[in-house]
T-cell receptor, first 111, second 113 residues
């Protein structure tokens, strides 16, 4: 069965520091992979997606993610975090017409 | 492409009451989905809808839930008799046929007292 695991429930980083949010998935075929961000009281906004090709994908707001098939991972990174990046981040797998979400990682940014 | 607009943004209701959440506008060539997110928990799939039919539904989507297009434009999620545990954020999302990206609305927060 398809599943998405985000092992970090909550992460705190200092503004300007680098960030990596982990995501592992379980899926039998090549997945479609996504990262979404949810600001307080808002819907989910697509940050980036991986369908095929280059395993390092660039997204909005300076985020990138790397697909590693051998590790079944799709970690999200940002070299320098801004205070406005504080939000909930969700990793998701697309399988056919269905999408499976992880439990999310809450990011706190401290000055 | 049309954005996904959800109404109401917040609804408070008494346990046992019926609630209708709306998702507008809608196109004939899109998949639509309803997800819910209980406070502090993950985003859970409820149901997908395509060509006026339910495409898939989760075990959460029991007999108290229904989806329909009452006037050919709105896409609604109805909860017949709300329970306390139905308190959650409900998200509508669209997917263009042939594409594999979900676009979400801002959500409708349901509070059941």
């Amino acid at each position: 069965a398809q599943s998405v695991t985000q092992p970090d429930i909550h992460i705190t980083v200092s503004e300007g520091a680098s960030l990596e949010l982990r995501c592992n998935y379980s899926y039998g075929a090549t997945p479609y992979l996504f990262w979404y961000v949810q600001s307080p009281g808002q819907g989910l906004q697509l940050l980036l997606k991986y369908f095929s090709g280059d395993t390092l994908v660039q997204g909005i707001k300076g985020f990138e993610a790397e697909f590693k098939r051998s590790q079944s991972s799709f970690n999200l990174r940002k070299p320098s975090v801004h205070w406005s990046d504080a939000a909930e981040y969700f990793c998701a797998v697309g399988a056919g017409n269905q999408f499976y979400f992880g439990t999310g990682t809450s990011l706190t940014v401290i000055p | 492409e049309p954005e996904v607009t959800q109404t109401p943004s917040h609804q408070v209701t008494q346990m046992g009451q019926e609630v209708i959440l709306r998702c507008v506008p809608i196109s004939n060539h899109l998949y639509f989905y309803w997800y819910r997110q209980i406070l502090g928990q993950k985003v859970e799939f409820l149901v997908s809808f395509y060509n006026n039919e339910i495409s898939e539904k989760s075990e959460i989507f029991d007999d108290q839930f229904s989806v329909e297009r009452p006037d050919g434009s709105n896409f609604t999620l109805k909860i017949r008799s709300t329970k306390l545990e139905d308190s959650a954020m409900y998200f509508c999302a669209r997917r263009t046929s042939g594409a594999n990206v979900l676009t979400f609305g801002a959500g409708s927060r349901l509070t059941v007292l």
